[in-house]
Structure formats: structure tokens, C-alpha cells
């Protein structure tokens, strides 16, 4: 059964609580008003080239530019192709090693990009109190419905939307104390689990929650079982983010947003123990830090958007 369970994917965050005087507790996710203005792009590359900059950490993502339609891959996992203007999204593990190697290939040439990989410290976080069909469902109504959910979410991570919303930068969704830090090794009711791939904010019931980027609204659903109200975002190429155990949905699937927009209210649906946003992101089937991706993406378009592009050759 516990194997059943462990293939449900995205699981939900739970409570946000976090032991009084932890590094959680004290950190706190800005509100940002304002939406990030894009420059004028430098010209799309003619020729095989390959520029990335962003979150060189675990957990990270980065953008790179190069010839359009040229094959990216990292470590030599593909990760499709440049889009039309040479963009291409890619991300890195919590377990990554201390290198990447990022290479760029069309019409027989490759190049590469060698970056050095941040390693990061995780905390170990326990949440106690939570609903035992929540932690090991054993009702078989509750198995269906979880099969059901899960099919569901499978069907909006293949999403790969012909977008480009990270080049907008990455806001805020919520303002509110950091609860629970993205990685952090979970314990459920006394039981290890596996790391918790989302930044919980806690913040009042009915807080209005924005879109980061623009993009597309590939799921949107009041009632899952784990993760209760549940938003899904693709900002383009399959880069998802994610908005848990929320008490209002503004939107529906299909849906285009805009930076800033609001897209439904906090609340403590699914498995969770107090109002919070659970805020998650995944990159074609990797896991991602969204706090991390504020920073990278404002590095990537510092230097993709303002500089010519440099190749290096393998």
C-alpha cells in the first residue's frame, strides 16, 4: 500500500507550522506590486550558440538562448527543444552534484555551457495532527479518488505550452512568514516521507493569490484530496507552477494570466492544518525551488535580454 501511495505525485504540503525562533519562521515572502517590464530583445541567434544564466543551485532553474530549435539537454538528459526565438528553460535537481554540463545541438555541432552547481542544506520539518487518510489512506474510496487526482495532475505535467511567461521575472503569489522551506525532509505524523517540494506561506484564509508570471492554466480544481483547491500554471515549455489548498479558484483550465493577476484566495483545503499557500514549481518532470526562481530568473534576464550571445564549443 505505503508503494501505492509513494506513486501518487504531488503529494500536498501540509501544516504551516513551523517551531518558534527556526529559520522558517523568520523569513518572510515579499508582496510585489509591480510587474516587470521586458526589454528589447538582442537579436535571435543564426547560428549555434548557447548563453545560460539564472539559478545555478539545486533546485534551480535557468534560461539559455541559443540557435532556434536546437536540442537542449543537461547531464545529457534531453530537455526539448529552443522555441522559435532560441529560448529554452532548464532545471536542476535538490540532489544535483556540484556540476552541469548544458549542451545545445542542431545540424550535427554541439555546444556547451559548464556551469558549477550550489550545493544547499535542508532542514528536517515534522507536522503532526494530520488526518491519518491523508497520510496513509487505506479506504478504498479515498484510493479511487486519489487514482482519480493523480490522472488529473499527469495529464497538466505535459503540458508545454508555446510561451515564453519566465521572460516576465517571477513575483511573489502571497505575502506571509515562510512556513516551510522547499527540500526540507518531511516527517507526517511521526513517519518519514519524502522532501517537501514546495515553499508553504502562511497567510490568512480568503488572501488573494497572483500569478508570478503570465502563462497558461492547464488545471484548476476545487477538491483534490491532498492538496484540496489546486491551480496549475504553465509559464511556457512545461515550466508549472503550482498554488495548494486554496479556499477560492478565480480561474479555469484554459485560462491565459497575466503577471500579477489574481487567480483565487488562501485557504486550508486538502491536507493542511492551518490557512497557507503551499507554492510549487516542476520542470518536465523535475522539481523545483519557486523562491530560487525569483532571483534566477531576474539574473537570466539581466544577462540574456541586455547582452549579446557568446557560445562556447564542445
Same mark, same amino acid.
Not at 535542508?122 to 474510496?141: A, K, S, Y
Not at 486519489?146 to 516576465?168: C, H, M, V, Y
Given at each position: 500500500m505505503r508503494a501505492l501511495i509513494a506513486a501518487f505525485l504531488l503529494a500536498a504540503c501540509a501544516a504551516p507550522e513551523a517551531p518558534a525562533g527556526s529559520e522558517a519562521s523568520a523569513a518572510t515572502a515579499p508582496f510585489v506590486d509591480e510587474v516587470a517590464a521586458t526589454p528589447a530583445f538582442p537579436p535571435t541567434p543564426a547560428t549555434l550558440t548557447l548563453t545560460c544564466a539564472g539559478a545555478f543551485t539545486q533546485g534551480g532553474v535557468a534560461l539559455c538562448r541559443t540557435l532556434p530549435g536546437a536540442d537542449i539537454s543537461v547531464d545529457g538528459v534531453a530537455f526539448g527543444a529552443a522555441d522559435t526565438q532560441g529560448w529554452a528553460v532548464v532545471g536542476f535537481l535538490r540532489e544535483h552534484g556540484p556540476q552541469a554540463r548544458i549542451e545545445a545541438a542542431a545540424?550535427?555541432? !554541439?555546444?556547451?555551457?559548464?556551469?558549477?552547481?550550489?550545493?544547499?542544506?535542508?532542514?528536517?520539518? %515534522?507536522?503532526?495532527?494530520?488526518?491519518?487518510?491523508?497520510? +496513509?489512506?487505506?479506504?478504498?474510496?479515498?484510493?479511487? %479518488?486519489?487514482?482519480?487526482?493523480?490522472?488529473?495532475?499527469? +495529464?497538466?505535467?505535459?503540458? !508545454?505550452?508555446?510561451?515564453?511567461?519566465?521572460?516576465?521575472?517571477?513575483?511573489?503569489?502571497?505575502?506571509?512568514?515562510?512556513?516551510g522551506r522547499w527540500g526540507n525532509q518531511r516527517i507526517l505524523n511521526g513517519e518519514p516521507r519524502d522532501p517537501h517540494y514546495g515553499v508553504d506561506i502562511a497567510a490568512p484564509a480568503g488572501t488573494p493569490i497572483r500569478a508570478p508570471a503570465s502563462g497558461t492554466v492547464v488545471l484548476a480544481n476545487p477538491d483534490m484530496h491532498f492538496e484540496g483547491g489546486l491551480v496549475f500554471i504553465d509559464h511556457g515549455q512545461g515550466l508549472i507552477t503550482m498554488y495548494l489548498h486554496m479556499s477560492r479558484l478565480d480561474v479555469a483550465p484554459g485560462d491565459s494570466v497575466t503577471q500579477g493577476q489574481v487567480i483565487g484566495a488562501v485557504g486550508a483545503t486538502g491536507r493542511a492544518t492551518g490557512p497557507h499557500l503551499c507554492w510549487r514549481m516542476r520542470f518536465r518532470g523535475r522539481q523545483l525551488d519557486p523562491t530560487v526562481a525569483i532571483d534566477g530568473l531576474a539574473a537570466a534576464r539581466a544577462a540574456l535580454l541586455a547582452q549579446p550571445n557568446a557560445s562556447q564549443s564542445d
Open positions: 545540424n550535427g555541432s !554541439t555546444v556547451v555551457q559548464a556551469v558549477d552547481i550550489a550545493d544547499r542544506a535542508f532542514d528536517i520539518q %515534522r507536522v503532526n495532527g494530520l488526518p491519518p487518510q491523508t497520510v +496513509n489512506p487505506t479506504d478504498p474510496e479515498v484510493i479511487a %479518488r486519489i487514482q482519480r487526482d493523480t490522472a488529473l495532475k499527469q +495529464n497538466a505535467f505535459g503540458s !508545454t505550452a508555446p510561451l515564453e511567461g519566465w521572460l516576465d521575472g517571477f513575483i511573489w503569489p502571497v505575502e506571509g512568514p515562510i512556513s
